[in-house]
């Protein structure tokens, strides 16, 4: 286990990029770069979303990096802990800079103001019953302050009030708790993990209406979330009925 990796040691800023999942993936087959390696740009010209979507990002505006991670000491069955450090870490630096109230909206995105003010996207390697190798995309809308009309929920920092911001000042902070934030995976710190991750889910212990996705019927329906389980799936409350739902399995409305 290593507990004191460096995040951002290494550091590769390319001046532009298709993603920058994908250049890192490309690094990690081409030759064995330092755990803690961030590929960052300024403009990803094809950044990707959850479920295949597309992450759109105005050049020179806005947050894209991604981070190499070696984690061979967590099983497979425990990646969702990854998701919860870098969603945790984010919205906490965020929450601390800027006084803003951003949520995690489970599974991969940031929320502020009930609009997407970014994302997450983990892509990992297993070997065996162990992750091999981890590639963690985030995306921030920081200065971009005009949006396409098809995807009405986004939203940015400057779109919050929050101006002036210098794209490598703020990734700097973020990669300070990042680092910061880590041993909770290392020393596998799950129940102040999941406490942490819980104060910033949106919803949680309320009621909200989902899209059922399951069945291909795609019935709304009303949960109270309870929180997520260890593997990520979210936890709710319907109809007095405790019921699991993976990510691909509903939506929210």
Not at 25 to 32: P, S, W
Not at 43 to 59: A, D, L, R
Request: charged residues 25%; proline residues 2%.
């Amino acid at each position: 286990m290593n507990a004191s990796i460096s995040i951002g040691k290494n550091f590769i800023q390319l001046r532009e990029t298709g993603s920058t999942n994908d250049y890192a993936l490309q690094l990690l087959n081409a030759y064995n770069p330092p755990e803690g390696t961030i590929v960052s740009t300024f403009h990803q010209k094809k950044g990707k979303g959850y479920q295949n979507n597309v992450w759109i990002s105005e050049k020179d505006k806005n947050l894209s990096f991604s981070i190499i991670l070696k984690p061979a000491f967590l099983k497979a069955s425990e990646q969702f802990r990854l998701n919860q450090w870098l969603c945790v870490s984010l919205v906490k630096k965020l929450r601390f800079l800027f006084g803003l109230k951003l949520q995690i909206k489970w599974p991969n995105d940031l929320f502020l103001d009930g609009k997407k003010l970014g994302g997450v996207l983990i892509q990992n390697s297993v070997s065996g019953n162990h992750l091999k190798h981890s590639v963690l995309g985030v995306g921030i809308n920081v200065n971009q302050s005009d949006f396409p009309d098809d995807i009405p929920l986004a939203y940015s920092l400057i779109n919050a009030g929050v101006d002036g911001l210098v794209l490598t000042d703020l990734l700097s902070e973020l990669v300070l708790e990042l680092n910061s934030k880590y041993s909770l995976v290392s020393m596998k710190q799950w129940s102040v993990l999941n406490e942490a991750y819980h104060s910033f889910l949106l919803g949680w212990k309320e009621k909200r209406s989902f899209k059922n996705l399951i069945d291909g019927n795609e019935d709304s329906f009303e949960g109270e979330v309870l929180g997520v389980d260890e593997f990520g799936r979210l936890q709710l409350k319907v109809e007095r009925e405790l019921r699991l739902f993976n990510f691909k399995e509903l939506e929210w409305e």
